[in-house]
Protein backbone atom coordinates (compact mmCIF):
# COMPACT_ATOMS: atom_id res chain seq x y z
CA UNK A 1 0.00 0.00 0.00
CA UNK A 2 1.34 3.47 -1.35
CA UNK A 3 2.04 5.90 1.70
CA UNK A 4 0.98 9.42 2.38
CA UNK A 5 3.18 11.40 -0.68
CA UNK A 6 4.55 14.87 -0.37
CA UNK A 7 6.28 17.21 -2.77
CA UNK A 8 8.71 19.34 -2.72
CA UNK A 9 10.63 17.48 0.32
CA UNK A 10 12.54 20.89 0.33
CA UNK A 11 11.55 24.38 -0.51
CA UNK A 12 13.79 27.85 0.40
CA UNK A 13 12.25 30.96 -0.50
CA UNK A 14 12.54 34.90 -0.43
CA UNK A 15 9.88 36.63 2.13
CA UNK A 16 7.06 37.87 0.32
CA UNK A 17 7.20 35.01 -2.01
CA UNK A 18 4.33 32.54 -2.60
CA UNK A 19 4.94 28.43 -2.11
CA UNK A 20 2.82 25.88 -2.69
CA UNK A 21 2.86 21.93 -1.17
CA UNK A 22 1.33 19.66 -2.64
CA UNK A 23 -0.64 16.17 -0.57
CA UNK A 24 -1.69 12.62 -1.95
CA UNK A 25 -3.12 11.03 0.79
CA UNK A 26 -3.54 6.91 1.03
CA UNK A 27 -6.10 6.07 -1.35
CA UNK A 28 -9.46 5.79 0.05
CA UNK A 29 -8.83 7.93 3.25
CA UNK A 30 -11.61 9.94 4.13
CA UNK A 31 -9.54 12.83 6.35
CA UNK A 32 -6.74 14.76 5.43
CA UNK A 33 -4.86 16.88 7.71
CA UNK A 34 -2.12 19.62 7.17
CA UNK A 35 0.19 20.43 10.32
CA UNK A 36 2.55 23.54 10.67
CA UNK A 37 5.62 21.46 12.52
CA UNK A 38 8.23 24.46 14.10
CA UNK A 39 11.35 22.90 14.49
CA UNK A 40 11.35 21.97 18.31
CA UNK A 41 7.82 21.93 18.87
CA UNK A 42 5.24 19.43 18.06
CA UNK A 43 2.65 19.56 14.88
CA UNK A 44 0.32 21.91 14.86
CA UNK A 45 -3.41 21.36 13.00
CA UNK A 46 -3.69 23.98 10.59
CA UNK A 47 -6.87 22.59 8.07
CA UNK A 48 -8.69 19.46 8.11
CA UNK A 49 -10.94 18.13 5.06
CA UNK A 50 -13.32 15.59 5.25
CA UNK A 51 -13.39 14.40 1.61
CA UNK A 52 -14.07 17.93 -0.11
CA UNK A 53 -15.39 19.94 2.86
CA UNK A 54 -13.39 21.65 5.28
CA UNK A 55 -14.06 20.14 8.55
CA UNK A 56 -11.66 22.23 11.16
CA UNK A 57 -9.15 25.68 9.59
CA UNK A 58 -9.30 27.83 13.15
CA UNK A 59 -5.67 28.16 13.19
CA UNK A 60 -5.00 28.31 9.34
CA UNK A 61 -3.80 31.91 9.25
CA UNK A 62 -6.28 32.86 6.34
CA UNK A 63 -4.33 36.18 5.24
CA UNK A 64 -1.93 33.96 3.47
CA UNK A 65 -2.39 30.40 3.93
CA UNK A 66 -5.15 28.87 1.47
CA UNK A 67 -5.52 24.87 1.05
CA UNK A 68 -8.15 22.77 -0.77
CA UNK A 69 -8.54 19.39 -1.69
CA UNK A 70 -10.29 18.88 -4.85
CA UNK A 71 -12.22 15.77 -5.77
CA UNK A 72 -11.25 14.54 -2.08
CA UNK A 73 -8.03 13.25 -2.87
CA UNK A 74 -5.35 15.06 -3.52
CA UNK A 75 -4.60 18.61 -1.45
CA UNK A 76 -3.15 21.88 -1.86
CA UNK A 77 -1.39 24.01 1.24
CA UNK A 78 -0.41 27.67 -0.41
CA UNK A 79 1.64 30.46 1.28
CA UNK A 80 1.16 33.89 -0.11
CA UNK A 81 2.97 35.48 0.92
CA UNK A 82 5.71 33.86 3.11
CA UNK A 83 6.97 35.24 6.40
CA UNK A 84 9.86 34.40 8.69
CA UNK A 85 7.90 32.86 10.91
CA UNK A 86 6.39 30.28 8.24
CA UNK A 87 9.84 28.36 8.45
CA UNK A 88 8.74 24.69 9.40
CA UNK A 89 8.04 21.55 8.29
CA UNK A 90 4.18 20.96 6.60
CA UNK A 91 3.70 17.57 7.80
CA UNK A 92 0.56 16.14 5.70
CA UNK A 93 -1.57 13.09 7.16
CA UNK A 94 -4.66 11.00 6.58
CA UNK A 95 -6.72 8.68 7.85
CA UNK A 96 -9.67 6.39 7.71
CA UNK A 97 -12.00 8.27 10.01
CA UNK A 98 -14.62 5.12 10.51
CA UNK A 99 -11.75 2.74 11.09
CA UNK A 100 -8.70 2.65 13.44
CA UNK A 101 -10.02 6.50 14.78
CA UNK A 102 -7.21 8.53 15.40
CA UNK A 103 -4.31 6.30 13.59
CA UNK A 104 -2.72 8.98 11.65
CA UNK A 105 -0.38 8.43 8.62
CA UNK A 106 2.41 10.55 8.13
CA UNK A 107 3.93 12.10 4.59
CA UNK A 108 7.82 12.35 4.79
CA UNK A 109 6.78 16.50 5.13
CA UNK A 110 7.82 19.74 3.20
CA UNK A 111 10.64 21.59 4.86
CA UNK A 112 10.46 25.20 4.25
CA UNK A 113 12.84 28.08 5.05
CA UNK A 114 11.99 31.49 4.45
CA UNK A 115 15.32 33.92 3.99
CA UNK B 1 -9.91 24.17 24.66
CA UNK B 2 -7.81 20.85 24.95
CA UNK B 3 -4.31 21.01 25.75
CA UNK B 4 -2.06 18.41 25.96
CA UNK B 5 1.58 19.06 28.13
CA UNK B 6 4.70 16.72 28.17
CA UNK B 7 7.31 18.42 30.89
CA UNK B 8 10.11 16.76 29.65
CA UNK B 9 11.81 18.22 26.49
CA UNK B 10 14.62 15.20 26.14
CA UNK B 11 15.36 11.94 28.22
CA UNK B 12 18.17 9.59 28.08
CA UNK B 13 18.31 5.68 28.82
CA UNK B 14 20.83 3.10 28.61
CA UNK B 15 19.86 0.27 26.00
CA UNK B 16 18.01 -2.48 27.63
CA UNK B 17 16.99 -0.33 30.38
CA UNK B 18 13.12 0.87 30.91
CA UNK B 19 12.17 4.61 30.23
CA UNK B 20 8.84 6.62 31.20
CA UNK B 21 7.60 9.71 29.11
CA UNK B 22 4.91 11.96 31.10
CA UNK B 23 1.88 13.54 29.69
CA UNK B 24 -0.73 15.07 30.95
CA UNK B 25 -3.87 16.81 29.07
CA UNK B 26 -6.80 18.69 29.95
CA UNK B 27 -10.23 18.33 28.56
CA UNK B 28 -13.51 18.83 29.83
CA UNK B 29 -14.68 15.35 27.52
CA UNK B 30 -15.78 12.45 28.74
CA UNK B 31 -15.02 10.24 25.63
CA UNK B 32 -11.84 10.31 23.74
CA UNK B 33 -8.45 9.31 22.75
CA UNK B 34 -5.24 9.67 23.77
CA UNK B 35 -1.98 8.77 21.13
CA UNK B 36 2.01 8.37 21.80
CA UNK B 37 3.59 9.06 18.30
CA UNK B 38 7.05 8.72 17.23
CA UNK B 39 9.00 10.14 14.90
CA UNK B 40 12.30 9.42 13.85
CA UNK B 41 14.70 12.10 12.98
CA UNK B 42 14.38 12.46 9.23
CA UNK B 43 11.70 9.82 8.84
CA UNK B 44 7.26 9.83 9.01
CA UNK B 45 6.13 10.24 12.27
CA UNK B 46 3.98 6.69 13.01
CA UNK B 47 1.46 5.51 16.10
CA UNK B 48 2.91 3.53 18.38
CA UNK B 49 0.31 3.03 21.34
CA UNK B 50 -3.51 4.27 21.30
CA UNK B 51 -5.60 4.27 24.35
CA UNK B 52 -9.54 4.36 24.44
CA UNK B 53 -10.70 6.41 27.50
CA UNK B 54 -13.53 4.44 27.93
CA UNK B 55 -11.22 1.05 28.54
CA UNK B 56 -9.73 0.90 31.87
CA UNK B 57 -6.97 -1.32 30.57
CA UNK B 58 -3.71 0.16 29.96
CA UNK B 59 -2.19 -0.64 26.14
CA UNK B 60 0.19 -2.90 25.75
CA UNK B 61 2.30 -2.93 21.80
CA UNK B 62 5.09 -5.56 22.67
CA UNK B 63 7.46 -3.32 24.54
CA UNK B 64 5.41 -0.13 24.89
CA UNK B 65 2.70 0.36 27.21
CA UNK B 66 0.75 3.17 28.88
CA UNK B 67 -0.37 3.91 32.48
CA UNK B 68 -3.48 6.14 31.53
CA UNK B 69 -4.79 7.63 34.78
CA UNK B 70 -7.83 8.94 33.79
CA UNK B 71 -9.10 10.62 37.05
CA UNK B 72 -5.52 12.34 37.13
CA UNK B 73 -5.51 13.07 33.70
CA UNK B 74 -2.26 11.52 33.02
CA UNK B 75 -0.77 9.18 30.26
CA UNK B 76 2.98 7.99 30.31
CA UNK B 77 4.82 5.82 27.98
CA UNK B 78 6.95 3.17 29.22
CA UNK B 79 9.35 1.82 27.25
CA UNK B 80 11.36 -1.81 27.82
CA UNK B 81 13.97 -2.85 26.96
CA UNK B 82 15.09 -0.10 24.86
CA UNK B 83 16.32 -0.13 21.85
CA UNK B 84 18.89 1.99 19.80
CA UNK B 85 16.12 1.88 17.23
CA UNK B 86 13.99 3.72 19.69
CA UNK B 87 15.64 7.33 19.89
CA UNK B 88 12.93 9.39 18.15
CA UNK B 89 10.90 12.50 19.20
CA UNK B 90 7.80 10.89 20.94
CA UNK B 91 4.40 13.13 20.97
CA UNK B 92 1.74 12.94 22.80
CA UNK B 93 -1.53 13.13 21.36
CA UNK B 94 -5.55 13.83 22.09
CA UNK B 95 -8.02 12.66 19.50
CA UNK B 96 -11.80 13.70 20.10
CA UNK B 97 -13.95 11.40 18.41
CA UNK B 98 -16.80 13.81 18.44
CA UNK B 99 -14.95 16.35 16.51
CA UNK B 100 -14.48 14.49 13.56
CA UNK B 101 -11.11 13.08 14.85
CA UNK B 102 -9.35 16.22 15.86
CA UNK B 103 -5.77 15.61 16.65
CA UNK B 104 -3.91 17.75 18.84
CA UNK B 105 -0.46 17.26 19.56
CA UNK B 106 2.14 18.23 22.53
CA UNK B 107 5.37 19.53 21.89
CA UNK B 108 7.06 16.55 21.96
CA UNK B 109 9.47 14.25 24.16
CA UNK B 110 13.34 13.74 22.27
CA UNK B 111 14.28 10.03 23.49
CA UNK B 112 18.12 9.81 23.21
CA UNK B 113 19.44 5.59 23.81
CA UNK B 114 22.28 5.38 25.29
CA UNK B 115 24.66 2.50 23.90
Known amino acids: EAGVAQSPRYKIIEKRQSVAFWCNPISGHATLYWYQQILGQGPKLLIQ????????DSQLPKDRFSAERLKGVDSTLKIQPAKLEDSAVYLC?????????????FGEGSRLTVL | AQTVTQSQPEMSVQEAETVTLSCTYDTSESDYYLFWYKQPPSRQMILVIR??????QNATENRFSVNFQKAAKSFSLKISDSQLGDAAMYFCAYGDPNRDDKIIFGKGTRLHILP
Open chain 1, 93 to 105: ASSLISWNPGELF
Open chain 1, 49 to 56: FQNNGVVD
Open chain 2, 51 to 56: QEAYKQ
